[in-house]
């Protein structure tokens, strides 16, 4: 069954970021269904919500992630989509 997740990504502006998260994404067959980015003075934030096919993927792909964090100093994070809401919840 097919599950929605928020991923958020977050670091000092440079070229390439939206190519290696969503690469990363198109590797694991995530579809993207909606995306929000903007710089914020020279950081660079982007939300995104995707499909995510099985639970125990985010773990692969926060894996998998931890490269591009490393190499582009980012933070990623991604969290099923009724975590998140439950997390944000007022």
Known sequence: MKKRAVVTVVGKDQVGIIARVTNVLADYKMNIHDI???????????????????????????KTFETIETEMNLTISIQLEDVFQAMHRI
């Open 36 to 62: 929000s980015q903007t710089i914020l003075q020279d950081y660079f934030t982007m939300m995104m919500i995707v499909d995510t096919a099985e639970e125990d993927q985010i773990d692969a792909l926060l």
